[in-house]
Each structure stands twice: as C-alpha cells, then as structure tokens.
C-alpha cells in the first residue's frame, strides 16, 4: 500500500527542506511510525522550493509555489501538487487539515480516496462555504475524538454517510524517566507537585484551575502548582488573585515560557498534570504528560475523553468548575502516586504512541481503500 500524506502548511521561514523536517519532527514520526506498521508513504509538502529527500525510508517531495505577501497563490500551487500525487500512483492520500479547499478538491480528483485529518479546524470559522466544497468528495475523515466530528456534520460539511475515525492527531517522543533527576534539573518539588502546560488565555482557563488548587490546599498544604505557558493574555488577573491570597502565592510558581526539551522534564517532575480547557483538537501537552507519567486532571471536553480513554487515567472535570478540579486534585492524591504513575505511562504505550498511531492509521487506510473499491466496481 502505497500512502502520500499531504501538508500544505506554509514555513514562513522558508527553511531547506532538511531543516524544516528538523523544525517539524511530527511530521516526520507520523510518516515514519505508517511505514513500520507496514506501508510505503510519500510526504509531498507545498513550499517555496521544489526538493526531494528521504529520511528513515520515508521519501519527502516538496513542492514549489508561489509567495505573495506571505500567502501562496493557489493557481500556481495546487497543479503542480495535484499532479504530483497522481504520477506517484497513490493507494490512498491522507490530507492535514480541512483549512485548505482548494488542494483537497483537486487531490480528490486525482483518483485515489483522500482521507482529510482535523487539526484544531474550527467549524464556525470563516470560509465555511469554500470548505464545503473543498470537503464534498473526500472518503473519510479522521478526529481524534469521533464526538468532535458531529459539529461537522451538523453544518452540513460532510455528507452523512462519511466515515469517521478516531485518530489522535500525532503522538509525542517524550518518555518516563528518574523523577528525582527531573526535579533537580527543573527545581520542581511539592507533595503533590502540579503542573500546568498552556497558554494563559480564556480557553485554557486557568483561574477556575488556580481557584481548585486553592480550595485543594486547605487538604493538601504540601502541594504546588508550577506553571509554564508563552501567551499570557491572563497574567494580570492571575498575579492579582495572588496577590489577594498570600498563601496561594507561596504554593504557585509561574515559570514562563519553557523551551520545548525542557517541558519533559516539567512532565516528569510532576505527579499530576492540569489543564481547564474549554475545547481543544488534541492538546500535544497532554500527550505528552500522559507519556512521562503525569497523571491528568483536566476538562471533560471530547479531545481529552478521547485521549483518557474516556476517564481510564486521570479525572475528567466539568468546565468551569473549581470544586471538581479541587475534589479531583484531593481524590488522585490519596491514591499510591507510583501506581497512577504506571497506569498514565502503560495507557500512553498502548493506546497513543507512535507505533499504535501508525497501526490505526494503516487500518483506517486499508478500510477506506476497500470501501472505495467496492463503490468503485458497483454496477451504474
């Protein structure tokens, strides 16, 4: 089976190609986990330079187009892209994002069944009548929560007989290591140690979160909260919530933007990991706590349900809601940490690494290939 998965996401950078694959390791563990469960895979990516490279038996085609003011002109670009993907004889294209509808009409017509991947697309967003008709003739769709597909269907994007898979994203290459090594490369410490990965904005949420660890703290006064984020839209009202509550204060440890390496280590310093998401796509972060051991508390959205196993690890809490992240905090707490350490790491290993992300999208690939056969050879 021959897979083509398709980026068209534009580097501002304008990276070589080698470079670029370096920026963009995911992309690469994607294609590279497909090919070990058992598939040959072209990556064909729209860029400002036509290259070719191959990387752990992965074949990388980038394809040139034109730039205007950072954008790419579609006319030039989706040809050449298209007609790439036919002369390589595809079985089956797997499309990233539903945000460009222009590529996605003409990879459908190119004879193989495309498969389009959400990544965070907002169905209430702009274009929606483009994306439409960009999204008419694909074969299937892949979400890492199936719920998330719903709202798709509901404003008409897919035909309802679309099939839909639930499929994570992308997976992460962090992993479990020494805890006390990681607490003494990251200065973390508390009893229990929490952590919070993530913007500092309205959805994220984090002043219902700060507002449960306060209430926790009243039972655990042994723990802390270390925060790592970039965007601080909420910075001001978090340190004046703070500022009111001196002993809140003495147990919450604002570190900042924390480079990407180092966020491994955050995730396993820590026992648990909290997030007060309102709606996500699938939030890397909680992958990749999940992975070193950290166990979840965070919202009952469908990405996270999806990613938990549906409460299997962690807690799922009610958005909004500081008693229930409180309750959640003060429940995990009283359980062994060295177990719900192993339950989040075994969890991660079986059901959202990268060879078990591969193995669900080669079984998602031979099922669209054989569902497009079969419409293929009915009689008219």
Sequence with gaps: MHVIQVSCVSDRLRRPAADLLDGWPTLGSIAEAVRKAGAEVTVVLSSHRDAVCEREGVTYRFVAERWSGGSAVTAYAIPRLAHLVRALR?????????GFPFHTRALCAQGAPVLVQHHADNPD?????????????ISAAA?????????FFARAYFRQSL????????STLFHDGDIADARRATGVFGDPAVLWVGHLNANKDPLTVLDGFARAL??????????????AQLLGPIEARLGRDPMLA??????????????????????????????????????????????????????????????KVGIL????????????LESLSNMPKKSLRARA?????????FPVLGSKLVAAYEAIIARHTTVSIEPR
């Design 218 to 231: 009243r039972h655990l006064p042994n723990a802390h909260l270390w925060c790592c984020y970039r965007d």
């Design 143 to 151: 979400f890492t929560s199936s719920e998330q597909a719903q709202a």
């Design 125 to 137: 967003g702009r274009m929606r009548a483009l994306k439409r008709w960009g999204l008419a003739k």
């Design 163 to 170: 099939p839909v898979f639930e499929i994570p994203e992308s």
């Design 317 to 328: 809490c009610e958005t909004g809601n500081a008693e229930a992240f409180s309750a959640a």
């Design 250 to 311: 003495g147990h919450v440890h604002l570190q900042g933007p924390v480079e990407h390496p180092k966020v491994e280590q955050f995730c396993r310093a820590a026992d648990f990991f909290v997030l007060g998401s309102r709606q996500e796509g699938c939030a890397y972060v909680v992958l990749e706590a999940i992975a070193c051991g950290a166990t979840p508390i965070v919202t009952d959205i469908p990405a996270f349900r999806a990613l938990t196993g549906r409460g």
């Design 345 to 353: 790491i075994k969890h991660f290993q079986e059901e959202l690494s």
């Design 90 to 98: 595809p079985d089956v294209v797997h499309m990233n994002g539903f």
